[in-house]
């Protein structure tokens, strides 16, 4: 775990094209910050409220290992795909990124003109 994120930028210097000196606020009473680890909208939208906002057509649970939502100062996603000990072709893992999409298109979708763009690592 980052101590209260101290290392976090350090990551973030990973990602080609990053806002330079983004700041990310860990507080939990006043934070910047959401972690969806391996989450699928398929499983979670069980709430008729959450059904109307996020309106795909769901077939698949495929979801990336990782997206990092930092709100402010303008809304960023972060999708991060890892292969640790995996012997996947480069074919493979563009078909997985491929089923994925879509569940960047819909938070893209859902946040709009607000979302300032994203990025992919992988």
């Not at 910050?33 to 909208?41: A, C, D, G, P, R």
Request: proline residues 6%; charged residues 20%.
């Amino acid at each position: 775990m980052f101590r209260q994120f101290q290392e976090f930028p350090t990551v973030l210097d990973l990602i080609p094209n990053m806002i330079p000196k983004l700041v990310v606020l860990p507080d939990a009473t006043a934070n910047n910050i959401l972690f969806l680890t391996e989450y699928s909208l398929k499983e979670s939208l069980v709430e008729e409220h959450h059904k109307t906002v996020f309106s795909g057509q769901y077939e698949t649970k495929d979801t990336p290992d990782l997206v990092i939502l930092i709100t402010e100062p303008k809304p960023l996603l972060i999708v991060i795909e890892a292969k640790m000990f995996s012997s996947a072709t480069s074919s493979d893992i563009n078909q997985q990124l491929s089923k994925q999409k879509w569940v960047i298109d819909e938070l893209a979708k859902f946040m709009g003109s607000q979302l300032t763009g994203f990025s992919i690592l992988l």
